[in-house]
Antibody, heavy 120, light 107 residues
Framework: EVQLLESGGDLVQSGGSLRLSCAASGFNFNDYDMIWVRQAPGKGLEWISYIRRVYNDVYYGDSVRGRFTVSRDNTKNSVYLQMNGLRDEDTAVYYC?????????????WGQGTLVAVSS | EIVLTQSPATLSLSRGDRATLSCRASQSVRSNLAWYQQRPGQAPRLLIYDASYRATGIPARFSGSGSGTDFTLIISSLEPEDFAVYFCQQRSNWPLTFGGGTKVELK
């Protein structure tokens, strides 16, 4: 069974930092790109970052580029999101999402999300 | 950035009704469009990818169509569990973007 388990969400002050983790299981992690998506309270979905399975190519949304860094450790089946310079508008549930790979479509599995709350 | 506009914002329907949801892109995304369903308190679930392909386990009452800039999600006969919010997402260009969502509510 495919599982994505996020952790690391917390209440943090504006300007602070936080590192989110996503532990993947039930599939060959090396064969898949990975994605972070967030959702502010009562709002829609916002794509944050994308990390490819090979060469660690990474892409970021405009709102987080330069502040957030995505990485992965294929030996630990995990993907991470380092968030620096947090702002009030970064308050959201952050979802880890399986990207494309091994013939399966991107976005087919989501974690349950982890809440990041930024206070000013 | 490609902007996705979903309409209507809210669709008030009854069980058994047909739901037609629209997603319009500000420029062509070819067939690189997905649809997601989100129920309250849950993570989104992939329904449709590449505009018209149902994801694994998705009932046949869900269908997607379109290409270029205009896309449609149809739910042929609403079941109680279908009352939720639906989002489209384009995967054609960076940054990936989502539409604002359509809420399908019980009339």
């Amino acid at each position: 069974e495919v599982q994505l388990l996020e952790s690391g969400g917390d209440l943090v002050q504006s300007g602070g930092s936080l590192r989110l983790s996503c532990a993947a299981s039930g599939f060959n992690f090396n064969d898949y790109d990975m994605i972070w998506v967030r959702q502010a309270p009562g709002k829609g979905l916002e794509w944050i970052s994308y990390i490819r399975r090979v060469y660690n190519d990474v892409y970021y949304g405009d709102s987080v580029r330069g502040r957030f860094t995505v990485s992965r450790d294929n030996t630990k089946n995990s993907v991470y999101l380092q968030m620096n310079g947090l702002r009030d508008e970064d308050t959201a549930v952050y979802y880890c999402v399986r990207g494309g790979g091994d013939g399966n479509p991107s976005g087919d599995y989501w974690g349950q999300g982890t809440l990041v709350a930024v206070s000013s | 950035e490609i902007v996705l506009t979903q309409s209507p914002a809210t669709l008030s329907l009854s069980r058994g009704d047909r739901a037609t949801l629209s997603c319009r892109a500000s420029q062509s995304v070819r067939s690189n469009l997905a649809w997601y369903q989100q129920r309250p308190g849950q993570a989104p679930r992939l329904l449709i990818y590449d505009a018209s392909y149902r994801a694994t386990g998705i009932p046949a009452r869900f269908s997607g169509s379109g290409s270029g800039t205009d896309f449609t999600l149809i739910i042929s006969s609403l079941e109680p569990e279908d009352f939720a919010v639906y989002f489209c997402q384009q995967r054609s260009n960076w940054p990936l973007t989502f539409g604002g969502g359509t809420k399908v509510e019980l009339k």
